[in-house]
């Protein structure tokens, strides 16, 4: 019998999978995907995330791959409204990393692979779970069961573990929608984020590996089927920043949810990652969120396979993870109520209060700790 069968093998279920491999547990991590995901989602990564990463093993890959960003500025009509700097607030990683999901997700795989090359099953479907003392894993397509004495779920926001272990959950959804894409980087702004707070909207604009830069604009409606000259018009509008379509690698228009399990433990069956909380991904906390969550659970999971009763722990888990997930909303959510349409009247008064909270110190320190996720 397995220790741990961890269900999925994005992000998050990877990271686990290497905290527990590096404490020799035996794991297995079920993917649905016979190949590596080639996403370009989530790019930047927080520094209490970089310090569980360094744990995992991929902190030094992620650095040497990855953009270094030391701070940002929000601008509007042309004038900065205020900036900030990592550098104070975060000593031991005074930056946020960007880089493309897939390539965090590589780098994963990759450790996952080193540490226990068996350990990486892909190509597994999850289709049932049964937790009788054990819990057995049905991975379909193949006719596999697993028998693990841990069974976490960290299959995403559509969570198949969630819904066989018959945990609930609640939410809503947002009136924001964003064209989001990635172009070469045109500009002057080198490894800064750049907030444009515009009337018609926010612009975000953050450097990435191999002089490209994501680019991510609010829009009244979902723009399905909109093309990458469309995003550049609308850039260029807003911002009066140029970009080359020609150039562009990704292109996604988004909806904004939020999504909360009612508990991320049952039994033997714990929830992690986007399986129990999707949140906006304006602020870019979801990935950080969930690797935070595996960093909690690799201990308390450690002392159950010694034999110490993980109920207690367990409860524990569930309870401040839950809490950090309710944080994670809240930031989120006032990160999107920043970004969305004002009159010119009203943008210019709400300019002037951020300008004044930028220029106080203790104001800028706590934007940037909350900014990077501190
Ligand atoms: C546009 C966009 C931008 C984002 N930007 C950021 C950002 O900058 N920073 C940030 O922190 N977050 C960001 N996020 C959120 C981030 O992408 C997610 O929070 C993250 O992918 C969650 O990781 P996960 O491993 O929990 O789930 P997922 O990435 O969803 O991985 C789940 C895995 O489980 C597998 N799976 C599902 N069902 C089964 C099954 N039945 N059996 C076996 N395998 C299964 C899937 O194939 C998948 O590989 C963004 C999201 C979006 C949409």
Redesign the pocket.
């Known amino acids: 019998m397995l220790d741990v069968v961890i269900?999925?093998?994005?992000?998050?279920?990877l990271c686990l999978a290497a905290l527990l491999l590096r404490e020799r547990h035996s794991v297995r991590v079920?993917?649905?995907?016979g190949a590596p995901?080639t996403d370009s989602?989530?790019?930047?990564i927080h520094p209490p995330a970089l310090h569980v990463l360094r744990d995992a093993g991929v902190h030094d890959a992620l650095l040497r791959e990855g953009v270094r960003v030391p701070g940002g500025v929000a601008r509007s009509r042309g004038g900065v409204v205020g900036s900030v700097s990592f550098a104070a607030s975060t000593p031991a990683n005074p930056f946020v990393l960007t880089i493309p999901?897939a390539r965090t997700e590589a780098l994963l795989a990759r450790r996952v692979d080193a540490l226990d090359p068996r350990a990486l099953v892909r190509g597994?479907?999850?289709?049932g779970l049964d937790d009788g003392g054990q819990v057995t894993v049905s991975a379909g397509g193949r006719g596999m069961t697993y028998r693990a004495r841990l069974v976490v779920g960290?299959?995403?926001?559509?969570?198949?573990v969630r819904a066989v272990a018959g945990i609930r959950v609640r939410g809503r959804d947002y009136p924001d929608s964003y064209l989001?894409g990635d172009f070469a980087d045109t500009g002057d702004d080198g490894v800064l984020a750049v907030l444009y707070l515009e009337a018609g909207g926010i612009v975000e604009s953050f450097p990435l590996p191999g002089g490209m830069r994501r680019w991510v604009a609010h829009t009244d409606t979902t723009l399905h089927g909109a093309t990458a000259a469309q995003l550049a018009t609308l850039i260029r509008r807003r911002t009066g920043v140029s970009l080359e379509p020609e150039t562009n690698t990704m292109l996604?228009p988004?909806t904004t949810r939020v999504r909360r399990a009612e508990r991320m433990v049952s039994g033997r069956i714990i929830l992690i990652?986007?399986?129990a909380h999707e949140i906006s991904?304006i602020g870019?906390?979801?990935?950080?969120?969930?690797w935070l969550d595996a960093a909690a659970l690799a201990p308390v999971i450690g002392a159950a396979l010694a034999g110490h009763d993980p109920g207690p722990l367990l409860a524990a888990f569930d309870r401040t993870r839950r809490r950090a997930a309710g944080r994670a909303v809240r930031q989120s959510a006032l990160n999107m109520a920043l970004g969305r349409p004002l009159p010119g009247p009203v943008l210019a008064a709400r300019n002037a209060v951020l300008r004044q909270a930028f220029g106080a110190p203790w104001l800028n320190t706590l934007a940037a700790r909350r900014f990077s996720m501190q």
């Open positions: 269900v999925g093998g994005g992000p998050v279920g079920l993917e649905r995907r995901g989602r989530a790019i930047g999901q597994a479907v999850v289709v960290a299959d995403g926001a559509r969570s198949t989001m996604s988004f990652g986007d399986a991904p870019g906390l979801g990935m950080n969120l969930g």
